[in-house]
């Protein structure tokens, strides 16, 4: 089993930065294709922040609303991935999510972290 263990949420002040981590550890058997995180605000459906997809031609996203600001980052040997986030908004208050997916056996498999706070404060 897999786990996902995030830590760096917290309160800030806007404008100021934050930095998540996310690293799994537990009997990591499967081909890793995407790192990502994602925010789930009170009240809203849960939403893509920042993707990192492995593999020739692997490709970064990004949510229109970070771009700019945030930057996401991964740690192969560590099996990690970070979230730096840089001039923080209100609108960006919400609980942080890592989420590693890939395939096993061929088969697609999921694993997501237990969720972080980051508030925000005006």
């Known amino acids: 089993q897999v786990q996902l263990v995030e830590s760096g949420g917290g309160l800030v002040q806007a404008g100021g930065s934050l930095r998540l981590s996310c690293a799994a550890s537990?009997?990591?058997?499967?081909?890793?294709?995407?790192m990502g995180w994602y925010r789930q605000a009170p009240g809203k459906q849960r939403e893509l922040v920042a993707a990192?997809?492995?593999?020739?031609?692997?490709?970064?996203n990004y949510a229109d609303a970070v771009k700019g600001r945030f930057t996401i980052s991964r740690d192969n040997a560590k099996m990690a991935v970070y979230l730096q986030m840089n001039s923080l908004e209100p609108e960006d208050t919400a609980v942080y999510y890592c989420?590693?997916?890939?395939?096993?056996?061929?088969?697609?498999?999921?694993?997501w972290g237990q969720g972080t706070q980051v508030t925000v404060s005006s």
């Open positions: 989420k590693f997916s890939g395939t096993r056996s061929g088969r697609p498999v999921e694993y």
């Open positions: 990192l997809t492995r593999g020739s031609g692997g490709s970064t």
């Open positions: 537990g009997s990591i058997s499967f081909i890793m294709r995407t």
